[in-house]
């Protein structure tokens, strides 16, 4: 497993790419997060984990074209701030994950192999959740062995959170695999896809946190 690590402190980015290494991960390490595009362009990772807090551009505005450019890679924030506010503005942005600094080495660990765990099903042809069943190869979805009649882009939203089986998703990353679908997003499109989704699935199946996104349960 590659791990990109992100880090302008000279210390703490030492001290962690060590840490990284001794847990038997291969870890870049960069200091400067302009090169972190074209870095994930040019090498295949498994992970990255990124400081917000970079001199020129921010970790959150990093991350946020890494998600527009649909770069495919779960990323772990490492944040100074603790506030409901930045964790939100994070999530929003595309992190799978955040830790507050300053941060015990074992959860660091932790949080790392959860999000390789979660990520790993991405490459599965089939995918599990509440239920319901994803076949990857031809875009169909099954509950409870039955065929469910889904337009593209109603696939599309189910497949963001059948993929994060058990964890919210924001309105912003749901709205943005719909213009991956190439059409134009009126503000409410989101609410309306989920509520056509409920009506075929029942309203218990996704979940709706205010101010955070939506989920469906295991
Ligand atoms: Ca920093």
Request: net charge negative; proline share 2%; charged share 30%.
């Amino acid at each position: 497993m590659r791990i990109l690590l992100v880090e302008d402190d000279k210390h703490l980015g030492e001290s962690l790419r060590r840490a990284l290494v001794l847990a038997q991960y291969a870890c870049d390490w960069v200091n400067d997060g302009e090169q972190v595009l074209s870095v994930l362009n040019s090498t295949p990772f498994d992970l990255l984990v990124m400081d917000i807090g970079l001199p020129g551009r921010s970790g959150l505005e990093i991350l946020r074209e890494i998600r527009t450019q649909h770069i495919h890679i779960p990323v772990l924030l490492l944040t100074a701030r603790d506030t409901v506010e930045d964790k939100v503005d994070g999530l929003d942005s595309g992190a799978d994950d955040y830790l507050t600094k300053p941060f015990d080495l074992d959860e660091l660990h932790a949080r790392i192999r959860v999000l390789l765990r979660r990520y790993s099903v991405l490459d599965q042809n089939e995918l599990l959740c509440g239920g319901l069943r994803l076949d990857c190869k031809v875009r169909e979805v099954f509950q409870d062995g039955e065929l469910v009649d889904l337009t593209a882009t109603e696939t599309a939203i189910l497949e963001l959170l059948i993929r994060n089986c058990g964890h919210y998703v924001s309105t912003q990353r749901l709205e943005d695999s719909i213009y991956s679908w190439g059409r134009e997003v009126e503000s409410n499109t989101v609410q309306v896809y989920i509520s056509r989704l409920r009506k075929r699935f029942g309203n218990e199946m996704i979940e709706n946190k205010r101010g955070v996104g939506y989920r469906i349960q295991h």
